[in-house]
């Protein structure tokens, strides 16, 4: 693999689950593929479990790691290409990221939407210019429109943790105040739309995801309809698609409660992290028996190795 940065660089998708419950059992038995091999982690954005986990998964594999806060430690970052840099950003990407390429073998890089024009952050222009400049494999830690080693690490969890041969997934729309990406949704969904699950979106009237993500997922706005009988549910706040990155008034009933839980099948409830308590999640659910959480971010170490570990083989 040289690349991975959505579903669409993955050719089996259980496989790949498999494998990341494999090195789970057993985590450092693959130390030679990284040996005097080094990833860098480019952060634009902050970051607490993808930072930690990809570093573990790293380790775990005989890997050197560098990490660099781009944002608050790097120099100002100029995106745009034909600007007469005379303002505020010191160094252009074309460089930045070409330089970076030049002593590591493999890159890690997360970089938000700005949520102001879609095109640009539904193009992945940034991400996209990071692959091109920087001339090494390149694993997405969450661009504009997807966070593939969350979804990744959440279908490890749902393949360890279910019951039934194809368990019913749910992902809920959940109440926040800031204006956040569609990047978790999208990618959950459409790994989802792949993985061998009922699957169900639910979410309030205008908060539609773009339809390139939920080809053959259920949709309604109706929570307590998609909520019957789910096996997993996986709450997660984003912003409109349209009008784009926006808040639209209103739903703050859809928080999810243990009263809400009761039509399940005693689902197990999931959230990318990080949450907002009593905002998004309920302290007696994050404190209960159906949460997940913390389980699932653990997870993230093995999807992270399995993705490492199938680019190490491919150098
Ligand atoms: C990010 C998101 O994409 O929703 C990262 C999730 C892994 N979450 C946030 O930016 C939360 C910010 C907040 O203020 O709650």
Redesign the pocket.
Known sequence: MKLFTSVHDVTDINALAAEALQLKQNPYAQQHLGKNKTLGLVFLN?SL??RMSTQKAALNLGMNVMVLNMDKEGWALELQDGVVMNGSTVEHIREAAAVLGQYVDIIGVRS?PGLKNRDEDYNEEIFNKFVKYCGVPVVSL?SATR?PL?SLADLVTITELKTKARPKVVLTWAP?I?P??Q??PNSFAEWMCKADVDFTIAHPKGYELSTDFTDGATITHNQDEALADADFIYV???SAFEPYGKILPGNEDWMLTNEKLKVTNHAKVMH???V?RNLELSDEILDGPSSIVVHEAGNRVWAAQAVLKQMLESL
């Open positions: 902050p479990r993808t938000f969450e966070h969350q926040h800031k956040l990406p990047a978790v997660k706040n984003w990318c992290l990080p907002r």
